[in-house]
């Protein structure tokens, strides 16, 4: 079974900095997509950003500039570098990935991590 494990959330003031990681852990053959989401208090959960194993990224226009992704395949992590957060960025943030569990079945899951409070507050 697949597990996803996220730290580095934490209280920072305005146009401070944070870096999450995510590493995923268990039996499986190969993560596809490793990526972040966020939800705030009463939103949707949406995108922060996410990267394919061939090293091409997305971001969210909310966020571009400020934050970066990147993953270590040797290590099954991805990381959230986060630059001059603002209130606005105040959420949960959820590690996704999309895991190829058996070799060559062609079927991928989706798997969560379990969250961690990002707070941006004077």
């Known amino acids: 079974q697949v597990q996803l494990v996220e730290s580095g959330g934490g209280l920072v003031q305005p146009g401070g900095s944070l870096r999450l990681s995510c590493a995923a852990s268990?039996?499986?053959?190969?993560?596809?997509?490793m990526g972040w989401y966020r939800q705030a208090p009463g939103k949707q959960r949406e995108l922060v950003a996410h990267i394919c194993s061939s090293d091409s990224t997305n971001y969210a226009d909310s966020v571009k500039g400020r934050f970066t992704i990147s993953r270590d395949n040797a290590k099954n992590t991805v990381y959230l570098q986060m630059n001059s957060l603002k209130p606005e960025d105040t959420a949960v943030y959820y590690c996704n990935a999309v895991i190829v569990v058996v070799m060559d079945s062609g079927i991928s899951y989706s798997y969560w991590g379990q969250g961690t409070q990002v707070t941006v507050s004077s």
């Open positions: 268990g039996r499986f053959f190969k993560i596809n997509v």
